[in-house]
């Protein structure tokens, strides 16, 4: 099991939030409200294919709506190595965290 | 909410759907769409265009690197396999590459002839506005008459009466004999007019640049001829005595030129001005229509309207020559500078003139030679193809396009024809110096752009054309039926066998039309020419009327009395290659009005001697009879049988006027030139007095007056030496002279030079198309024993012989060759007969000929096929059967 990006791993926890409405538009939007940034389609859905290869995400179809042009939509969920690989990445990250006071960095 | 109102483009989709990724094409577009429709909800559709534009911009930056990636692994894995597929099949490869390579050399020399051939002429700047006028007259005794040349007196008309030409020149050509301090020899001087170098643009090398026919003192030379007179030293300000009959003047030498002898047709080594031409003619002759002395060239002021012109020059003919027979017309035409060097009509002799004919022989040739290696491409590779089923049907397996394959084999084919292009231009470089020598060409390889594009899409072309049957072939197998069985594509197709039939007809037309040139050729060198051409030397004497006969009396007396002169004798005509030599036509007319025409010349008491010709009735001129100067006339057996008389001698032909002629002897006929034409009637009179003037209808060709020509017949010893010989002794004869000699044979060997040369093309073609067509029937058994290796196996096992089994694999390829012989003989014998028909004198096109060229292809072809059918017969059937 390889070590994710940190892009990745914030897409694998807004799917995480996301529940079962993780798919590209929402997951996409949700990105750009979270870090405030304009993210490309084609930035976001490359992430999503190399993590559902990795088998760090599972897929499945929804119902074609009327507003997609009657295509159906694919939904991301994480699979159970997308839930370890987010325990791994928590449990780095804590580490790191965890000698430092907000309070006190500053330069 | 209309949904509709929020509709990608379809421009857009079809750009989506081109780049979004197979897999996730529909959910990705969908993604889009709603995204789409959320920003022209928000905000406005234009906003939501411009966002998903640049997206797909963005996308396709990666889109294309991608594809770009996939593409280059699947060429690289194309090129591994055909790179493969070459090494493994090295027999049939390297006859694949060596036949097309082949075909390519020979196109590409063809296209070196062509290419020089049309670049003639376009040296002068704006040579659209350059024309020559030309005259189409008609009068109704000689019929219609194309002439180069125009009346002197138009060409004065002409600047009035048409404002548009800007400049005009007369060229008059005139055989001269230039003298510089004793070097002396004949020369083509051409006379013309101040403008010309206003017209032409021959680069100036020294000299006066800028108006080099300055007056009537200066003569300018090229720099072909500059070396000759000059050598090292500078030209310019040195004398040229020019001579001409009586006629002796020094003139300056004030520029030498580059006369561009490769691409100009026009051939300029002197330029004197053109006053100096006039003045040495009756001013009386050149007023009026009648003085036909000079062609004209002009110069058309920038945009005039050429179409007009030209309704205007043909029709200027009522308005300025009333002096025109009635029944005769005559009427100018233009003719751009560029097209005059195809032009064979008006082709004046010194003019660098060529047949298109032979550019279309050549391209043609080129053509046959190229399609025969294409074929050949076509049926090896075909017949390799049960050898890369299992390949094709994997791909497909795999999930390869048709298309794909088609893609890979066509590659495959191209990647051959570059490997060929590379070894065909070495081999055109190797074979250049033989066909320039072939040519009289001084071709070299020159890597211009031009040239270089064309030749890769000639042979991109030819791979493309080579390929695609057996890309098409190949990709058409279907998987499973190749898959299961352990050899597929065994089928031979109609079209295979279609392809063989084509290439062998074309090698076997050229088969047959090398071996009939042949026939005919040799046909030509051994044909009894009536009297022995054999050692006799003609001199040209470049004398004056008035002492040519001192002077060939005094050369005679000079050289007779060395044991290795034989005899000496004088004509008024050169034996040359004209329509009839260079001999003087006569017409007559007789009792019944009837025109009679007879070939004239004078010659002495020693000419039939000297040339070996017999007098068969009668006898020789003689010294002995005093009046034969005056009455005696000598004709041919030809004149005897049209003139319809018995026993001519001592009779005198009516038509020949008053006076008290006879004639004395009659001679067998001889050939006075080619064998392209029939023998004509012959008179010989010792002086003009026997033939009456007045009586005389029409002359053709310069009156006799004098002995022009001296002949001599020499015996045993180093020919060198005896033209040293005579050298000497021309000099002390007249020491102001050029010495002009050649040898009648080879005077008669120029006669079919272009035959000569023609015939060794054709050669040449036939030996490449033939060992080429070879190759890929080589390659044809090759393929067809190793497919049927096992039904020789099982043959064998059931007791077929060695022999039974040679003709079993050979009945079919023979057949092959055999129908194509058939279906070659009708077009063999088409060509062969069309230029036959050139010649008065030609063998018989024979069955026995045809039959022969066909027998010895059948037999090269068994041969080529023998060694692998053999192979094939005498395997052992053990190593053929055992399965794995």
């Known amino acids: 099991m390889r070590a994710i990006t940190k892009q990745e791993e914030q897409i694998l926890l807004i799917i995480h939030s996301l529940k079962d409405r993780a798919y590209l538009v929402t997951i996409r939007d949700k990105l750009m409200e979270i870090t405030g940034r304009e993210f490309d389609v084609g930035t976001v859905y490359k992430p999503l294919k190399r993590l559902n290869k990795d088998g760090f995400l599972d897929t499945y179809l929804g119902e074609p709506t009327s507003v997609r042009g009657g295509k159906a939509i694919k939904y991301y969920k994480l699979s159970r190595n997308g839930i370890e690989v987010l325990k791994e990445a928590k449990k780095v990250q804590d580490k790191l965290w965890e000698s430092v006071v907000l309070k006190e960095l500053k330069f | ?884």
């Open chain 2, 1 to 884: 909410m209309c949904l509709n109102r929020y509709k990608i483009p379809s421009f857009i989709s079809k750009c989506l759907d081109k780049i979004l990724p197979v897999s996730d094409n529909s959910y990705l577009k969908g993604d889009y769409e709603e995204i789409y429709r959320s920003i022209c909800r928000e905000k406005n559709s234009y906003k939501a265009n411009i966002w998903i534009t640049g997206q797909i911009i963005k996308s396709s930056i990666s889109y294309l690197a991608d594809s770009l990636k996939w593409d280059t692994l699947m060429y690289k894995n194309y090129l591994k396999t055909a790179i493969r597929s070459i090494s493994r099949n090295k027999t049939t490869s390297f006859i694949n590459i060596f036949g097309l390579s082949i075909g390519i050399a020979f196109s590409l020399l063809a296209f070196l002839f062509v290419d020089h051939e049309y670049s003639f002429d376009k040296f002068h700047s704006d040579p659209d506005s350059i024309f020559r006028v030309w005259t189409d007259s008609y009068n109704p005794r000689m019929g219609t008459m194309k002439a180069n040349a125009v009346p002197y007196q138009l060409t004065l008309d002409f600047r009035d009466l048409f404002p548009e030409v800007e400049f005009i020149t007369n060229v008059a050509n005139q055989e001269m004999i230039i003298n510089k301090d004793g070097l002396i020899f004949r020369e083509m001087v051409s006379f013309v007019d101040s403008e010309f170098f206003k017209i032409f643009s021959f680069p100036i090398l020294q000299g006066n640049t800028a108006n080099p026919v300055i007056n009537r003192n200066s003569v300018v030379i090229s720099s072909e001829v500059a070396g000759k007179y000059f050598e090292n030293e500078d030209p310019v300000g040195k004398i040229l005595k020019v001579t001409i009959q009586d006629y002796s003047k020094e003139y300056i030498v004030s520029a030498v030129i580059d006369n561009c002898k490769e691409i100009s047709t026009l051939h300029f080594n002197f330029l004197i001005s053109f006053e100096e031409f006039k003045s040495r003619l009756n001013p009386q002759f050149l007023r009026g229509y009648g003085a036909w002395i000079s062609s004209m060239y002009i110069k058309l002021i920038p945009g005039t309207n050429v179409e007009e012109l030209r309704e205007k020059i043909h029709h200027i003919d009522d308005q300025i020559d009333q002096n025109l027979r009635p029944g005769r017309t005559r009427r100018y035409n233009l003719m751009n500078i560029k097209e005059i060097h195809i032009e064979t009509e008006l082709d004046l002799k010194t003019d660098n003139v060529s047949n298109p004919l032979y550019s279309y022989i050549f391209l043609g040739l080129g053509g046959i030679v190229l399609t025969i290696a294409c074929i050949n491409f076509m049926i090896l590779s075909t017949g390799l193809s049960a050898k890369r089923v299992k390949e094709v049907g994997v791909r497909k397996v795999m999930g390869a396009y048709r298309s794909s394959l088609i893609r890979q084999f066509l590659g495959e084919a191209i990647i051959m024809s570059l490997i060929a292009l590379i070894s065909g231009i070495i081999i055109s470089i190797l074979f250049l110096p033989v066909f320039n020598d072939l040519t009289g060409k001084n071709l070299e390889f020159v890597l211009s752009l031009k040239f270089l594009i064309i030749m890769l899409a000639g042979t991109l072309i030819v791979g493309f054309i080579a390929g695609s049957y057996p890309a098409i072939y190949q990709s058409n197998f279907k998987p499973v039926i190749v898959l299961k069985r352990s050899s597929g594509g065994s089928k031979k197709s109609i079209f295979i066998r279609f392809l063989v039939i084509i290439q062998f007809s074309l090698s076997i037309v050229l088969i047959i039309v090398m071996v009939v040139f042949r026939q005919q050729l040799i046909f030509l060198q051994e044909k009894n020419l009536g009297f022995n051409h054999e050692k006799v030397i003609e001199i040209n004497m470049n004398t004056n009327p008035a002492n040519a006969d001192q002077i060939l009396e005094r050369y005679r007396n000079e050289i007779v009395n060395d044991r290795r002169i034989i005899s000496v004798s004088g004509s008024s005509s050169s034996y040359g290659s004209g329509i009839r030599g260079n001999l003087t036509q006569l017409g007559f007319e007789q009792s019944d009005g009837e025109r009679i025409f007879i070939n004239y010349s004078i010659i002495d008491q020693e000419y039939f001697n000297t040339m070996g010709i017999e007098v068969i009735e009668g006898r020789n001129f003689s010294k002995e009879f005093g009046t034969d100067p005056e009455i005696a006339l000598i004709i041919n057996e030809k004149a005897v049988e049209v003139n319809g008389l018995n026993y001519p001698i001592g009779k005198k032909p009516e038509w020949i006027g008053p006076g008290s002629q006879k004639i004395i002897g009659v001679i067998n006929d001889f050939h006075y030139g080619s064998l392209h034409n029939e023998i004509e009637p012959l008179l010989f009179c010792l002086t003009n007095k026997p033939v009456d003037t007045d009586v005389l209808k029409s002359v053709v060709g310069g009156w006799p007056h004098y002995y022009k020509y001296a002949l001599i017949r020499i015996g045993e010893g180093d020919p060198r030496l005896i033209i040293n010989f005579l050298r000497e002794a021309w000099k002390k004869v007249s020491p102001n002279l050029p010495f002009e000699m050649n040898f009648l044979d080879q005077t008669i060997q120029s006669f079919y030079e272009s035959e000569q040369k023609w015939g060794e093309v054709v050669n040449y073609a036939s030996i490449f198309a033939i060992f080429v067509a070879c190759l890929g029937m080589f390659g044809l058994s090759l393929a067809s024993s190793q497919k049927r290796i096992k039904e020789i196996g099982i043959r064998k096992v059931f007791g077929a012989s060695t022999t039974r089994i040679v003709l079993l694999i050979s009945i079919e390829l023979i057949m092959l060759v055999v129908l194509s012989t058939i279906l070659a003989f009708p077009a063999a014998f088409y060509v062969c007969s069309e230029w036959l028909q050139n010649f008065a004198y030609r063998i018989d096109l024979t069955v026995f000929s045809f039959i022969l060229s066909s027998l010895g292809v059948l037999f090269i072809a068994a041969i080529t096929i023998s060694f692998q059918i053999l192979k094939a017969a005498n395997s052992d059937p053990v190593d053929a059967i055992r399965y794995e």
